[in-house]
Structure formats: structure tokens, C-alpha cells
């Protein structure tokens, strides 16, 4: 599907419709080595006078190790007809499976960074900020329910550089 540069205040979509609701596909890596992830938590707006992408990856997902090494990622957004799509990839591993083989999405490299061509919407990200959430800094204790485990989501802000919209 080609592809055309457009600011990121051209973005119509309402953010929580678009990761929420609709999901989004977080992928870090060059096209040779690369992860991606469905992700339905998320945010964008304006920090340190950029416009800026959050998301929130539990360490023990593949793409969290990838996330480390790389300095860029892409979120990359997608009609509702690959809905299955993204239901297989956040639900199966990147360590046990091609996700684009098994899902029929077609990676996309462009330098260090990876996304997918069937993707109506690609944010391309560069790191600036990471933390990890800190269960002493919750101010409403029944947050702690979505940590079972004690897998707190390590929470990245990334500049976005680039938009990538299908024509």
C-alpha cells in the first residue's frame, strides 16, 4: 500500500479510538531483526515541545528486548479487517513464531526501523525517555490488580519523527 509523509498534525484520529479500541502493532528492530506486538495502551500528545508517543511494554515480552537495543520503533495502525492479525500478535510470541508469515503482513525496512505495509497509519519513533512503574507511586490501590504477576510495564516516550499515512 504506498505510502505518503504527512505531518503529525494532520492526525485525525481520535487517540483512544485509535489505541484503545482499534489497537496498534509496536515494532522495534531492523527489517532482519525485528519484533512487533499488538498494544491497546498507549498515548500521544505534546512533551517537552515535541510531539511525543508513550507506550507501555511487561519485560517479559520479546519486543521489550528489542525495544532496549533499538533506539526507534514504529506504531503502526490498521483497518478493522486485520483484526485477526492483531489478535495473533499479541497473543503469540516473536520468539515461537513469524508473526508476518503467519499473519500475512508485509514488513516494510526503512533504516533501522520496521513497519508494515498494510498498515493505514505508521508513527515512527525515537526514544527519549524510559521508567518503570512503580507500584509505591500508585495513587488508587486496585491498579495493582492489572500486575498479578508483579510485571510492571517499563513506559517509553518517544519523539515522533515521521507519519507515514496510506494514500
Known amino acids: 500500500m504506498q505510502k505518503k509523509l504527512i505531518d503529525v498534525k494532520q492526525i485525525t484520529d481520535n487517540p ?4 484503545g479500541k482499534d489497537w496498534m502493532l ?8 525485528y519484533n512487533t506486538m499488538t498494544a491497546s495502551w498507549g498515548g ?10 508513550t507506550i507501555y511494554i511487561r519485560p517479559q ?5 528489542f525495544l532496549e537495543k533499538n533506539d526507534r520503533f514504529t506504531l503502526s495502525f490498521f483497518t478493522e479487517q486485520y483484526r485477526d492479525a492483531l489478535k ?9 513464531y513469524d508473526k508476518a508469515k ?16 498494510e498498515a493505514r497509519l505508521v508513527l515512527v519513533c525515537k526514544k527519549l525517555y524510559f521508567d518503570d512503574i512503580k507500584p509505591a507511586h500508585f ?8 500486575y498479578p504477576n508483579k510485571d510492571y510495564h517499563r513506559l517509553y516516550i518517544a519523539e515522533i519523527q515521521k507519519v507515514l499515512a496510506s494514500e
Open 61 to 65: 515480552r520479546y519486543t521489550y528486548e
Open 102 to 117: 503467519e499473519t500475512g503482513l508485509t514488513p516494510v525496512g526503512e533504516e533501522d526501523i520496521t513497519y508494515f505495509d
Open 16 to 19: 483512544f479510538s485509535l489505541i
Open 139 to 146: 495513587y488508587t490501590p486496585e491498579l495493582e490488580a492489572n
Open 44 to 53: 500521544v500528545g505534546i512533551l517537552w515541545n515535541k510531539p511525543v508517543a
Open 26 to 33: 509496536v515494532t522495534s528492530g531492523p527489517a532482519d531483526a
Open 88 to 96: 495473533f500478535c499479541g497473543s503469540k510470541s516473536g520468539r515461537d
